[in-house]
T-cell receptor
């Protein structure tokens, strides 16, 4: 089945850029997603990218997709303390609507 | 903008009891999904419905059942609860079933936190 991998932890200083990486296995993926989950809260859709795109920018967020290497990244510019959360990469699997990675816990140090 | 509404927000049950979770999708969304997120885990897909019919089935235990009603809201029924069922249960909705070629992302509710004691 589809497998989505992410590093578990990332710590950055306030004002720096954060880069969260993700790899996936399903080569037929059409859309790939980034969700944000704050403590005790739901899953907030941050952004998504169509597989025929290499890059998508949305304000402080930049998504890069390397389809050949099945690698997706999320860059957050000028990271703020409010960006501290768990970030999930998600992809469509063969038999499920959405398969999530384990999530990357981003800690922002003031 | 209206979001996915889940109720209740919190639920405490004892082992072997039953529980019903409700989900009200975003207006006009016809597809609902249920996910289970254990402590420190990623969300796991349970089941989904499109136009009141089951569309996909994931790792939903036989003790659980779900349905989607004519107004598109959905209910997840859980029986013979076990301690291991303690988790955050998310509902999501989309316009049309999300999948290959369909640009319809899943929008999640805030979840129902179920605690089984």
């Amino acid at each position: 089945g589809e497998d989505v991998e992410q590093s578990l932890f990332l710590s950055v200083r306030e004002g720096d850029s954060s880069v969260i990486n993700c790899t996936y296995t399903d080569s037929s993926s059409t859309y790939l997603y980034w969700y944000k989950q704050e403590p005790g809260a739901g899953l907030q859709l941050l952004t998504y990218i169509f597989s025929n795109m290499d890059m998508k920018q949305d304000q402080r967020l930049t998504v890069l997709l390397n389809k050949k290497d099945k690698h997706l990244s999320l860059r957050i510019a000028d990271t703020q303390t409010g960006d501290s959360a768990i970030y999930f990469c998600a992809d469509y699997g063969e038999n499920t609507p959405l398969v999530f990675g384990k999530g990357t816990r981003l800690s922002v140090i003031a | 903008a209206a979001g996915v509404i889940q109720s209740p927000r919190h639920l405490i049950k004892e082992k072997r009891e039953t529980a019903t979770l409700k989900c009200y999708p975003i207006p006009r969304h016809d597809t609902v999904y249920w996910y289970q997120q254990g402590p420190g885990q990623d969300p796991q897909f349970l089941i989904s419905f499109y136009e009141k019919m089951q569309s996909d089935k994931g790792s939903i235990p036989d003790r659980f059942s779900a349905q989607q009603f004519s107004d598109y809201h959905s209910e997840l029924n859980m029986s013979s609860l076990e301690l291991g069922d303690s988790a955050l249960y998310f509902c999501a909705s989309s316009l049309g079933p999300s999948g290959q070629g369909n640009d319809s992302p899943l929008h999640f509710g805030n979840g129902t936190r179920l605690t089984v004691t």
